[in-house]
């Protein structure tokens, strides 16, 4: 019988359109530079007006006047086409040929992009309620103080009146350099004002940054007065009497403070449409709805998915100059993606399609929505980055990895587990080329003690290690089977180690029912540069087989 496969060389027509969805500093910043590199933009706002709030992205003063003109900049650029406030509903294709759909109010738009950049900002988000207050003239956010002091009318008003300023940092979120540093400038400049003083109950004070340390000192000489709690401080709010109050631990008595202002801390939050674009482009979601998982794997920029990039605040709590790297380094990848328009790809995996039953078992699967289907299964060769973990999920067997096939695979293993190892026990340890490969590698490099009998068999992912490899192992004659992944939470492919860990235990159940032990198969975890964990886990179990043949 004929099979029936995809080509194994793609000549691809890429778009080269590039939809950036942000209209705020990133979204127009992004817009800018991918417009410099040649490319048309389509650029989609995802509110009524753009928003560049100078006080949360830490803009250095010479920048200023540069970015209060890049709307209009934007706006008269040829290259740039603006849509009207519009919300994203569909994204199909693959990289180089996305369709996406945008409805705004009534009316749906379709356009055709070679890449999407998701360059949604940050809000502020006020926690004067979440300590108990009530907003009042002395009761304020932190953006409400700064507009204070921006405003030389209050600006005297407060010098004159010799004013005792309060700020609560730190105890109803974890917060960010960002935030420190706004704070800390606003400490700077009341402790410069004669008369008046500045009290800072902080929690962890937030100083990783260029600069912060520097600033937290000068405020402290200046004569602010820094209380690190705990806990947040007791605070009476009475009509215009505030009572700030604490039990201090080093001299065993309760302090309080009568402040004429609390300036309270705001968290900056993803924005609101993140859930919405992660659920409809098919792109992981990180911590606090940013649009990027804490994953060493996934460098800056980089989604689960080739060609959709986030920059900036959508993927985390960014200052100007590491949003600025961020839009950089966007630019740097569309023009590798992309280039003049037309590229040619080989392809990660190929589909027997006279196997394929479109089960649609690969497409759920895939952690890096590199498969669609027509009447049967369709793996697009430029955004497949050849985890394997279609390959061994498919229930017919009918995809298969160019470099690491079943039957390469099976060969492989049947080679290791014939090398003659005189009395030692034979292990064969599967181990995923993004983390235990390499620190198998790093401790052959360096000389650690490992077991004569240990074989290393590298795969593409945790993921690809189908149970039928580990069965094998043992038909073969390996007296033990390692299975080697990355940490949770750092696979490379996402889910690789997880679906790995599934297989595992489906192992286990089966090596019971035929009566082979199960300390002879081990699944554990670990880093690239764990090169004497990994050392530790091979003689380990060396040392557990031995002394059951003895």
């Known amino acids: 019988m004929k099979q029936t496969q995809q080509n194994e060389i793609e000549k691809i027509d890429m778009a080269t359109d590039i939809a950036v969805i942000g209209s705020g500093y990133n979204g127009l910043k992004a817009a800018s530079q991918i417009s410099e590199s040649g490319y048309n933009v389509i650029l989609v706002p995802q509110h009524n007006a753009t928003d560049i709030n100078l006080s949360i992205l830490d803009i250095p003063s010479t920048q200023i006047d540069r970015l209060k003109a890049l709307e209009t900049e934007v706006a008269n650029n040829a290259n740039v086409e603006i849509l009207p406030p519009s919300t994203l509903v569909e994204a199909t294709g693959d990289p180089g040929n996305f369709t996406l759909k945008f409805l705004s109010a009534d ?13 949604t900002d940050t809000a502020l988000n006020s926690l004067i309620q979440i300590y108990g207050l009530t907003p009042a003239a002395n009761v304020v956010s932190l953006s409400e103080f700064e507009n204070l002091l921006a405003s030389e009318t209050t600006k005297k008003e407060i010098q004159n009146g010799e004013k005792t300023v309060a700020f609560l940092v730190g105890f109803a979120h974890e917060g960010s350099p960002l935030l420190m540093k706004r704070v800390l400038n606003n400490v700077s400049e009341i402790t410069s004002m004669d008369g008046c003083s500045a009290y800072v109950y902080v929690n962890n004070i937030k100083v990783a940054d260029d600069g ?8 402290r000489d200046n004569g602010a007065i820094y209380f690190k709690l705990e806990k947040a401080p007791t605070i009476k709010q009475e009509g215009d009497s505030l009572t700030v109050s604490f039990h201090d631990p080093v001299i065993r008595k309760n302090i309080e403070l009568n402040p004429d202002i609390i300036v309270v801390e705001e968290s900056l939050v993803a924005d609101e449409t993140n859930l919405s ?15 990027q998982k804490e ?51 080989t392809a990660k995996a190929i589909v027997d399609r006279e196997k394929c039953t479109i089960c649609l078992t690969c497409y759920r699967c895939c952690p890096h929505g590199a498969i669609s289907w027509d009447d049967k299964a369709i793996i697009s060769s430029i955004a497949c980055q050849g985890c394997g973990i279609c390959a061994s999920e498919c ?42 490969y390499e620190a198998g590698m790093a401790a052959k490099t360096f000389n650690y003690k490992l077991p004569e009998g240990l074989q290393l068999i590298k795969v593409p992912c945790a993921g690809k290690i189908d149970i039928h490899y580990i069965l094998d192992a043992l038909v073969e004659g390996a007296d033990g089977v390692l299975v080697l992944a990355c940490h949770h939470g750092n696979c490379k492919s996402e889910a690789g180690n997880t679906y790995a860990q599934w297989r ?22 670990l880093a690239s540069n764990m090169a004497a964990g990994f050392a530790r886990i091979v003689i380990d179990m060396e040392k557990r087989i031995s002394q059951k043949k003895e």
């Open 504 to 525: 595992i235990n489906d192992a286990y159940q089966k090596l019971e029912q035929v009566g082979i032990e199960k300390d002879r198969l081990e699944f554990t975890t």
């Open 212 to 219: 912060l340390e520097r600033l937290y000192k000068k405020g």
């Open 107 to 119: 009316t749906m738009v379709e356009k055709k992009a070679g890449a999407v950049v998701v360059a």
């Open 295 to 345: 994953n060493v794997h996934r460098l800056p920029v980089n989604s689960n998915r080739e060609g959709i990039f986030v920059v900036g605040s959508s993927r985390d709590v960014q200052n100007y100059s590491k949003s600025c790297t961020d839009i950089d380094n966007m630019v740097l990848r569309i023009n590798q993606l992309i280039g003049e328009g037309t590229k040619s790809f």
């Open 277 to 291: 674009l992660a659920e409809v482009l098919r792109i992981d979601q990180g911590p606090m709805g940013f649009l």
């Open 395 to 436: 229930p017919m067997d009918a995809i298969q990895l160019v470099d690491f096939t079943d039957a390469e695979m099976a060969e492989r293993i049947k080679e290791a587990a014939a090398v003659e190892t005189a009395s030692a026990p034979k292990i064969l340890a599967f181990c995923c080329q993004n983390s235990a």
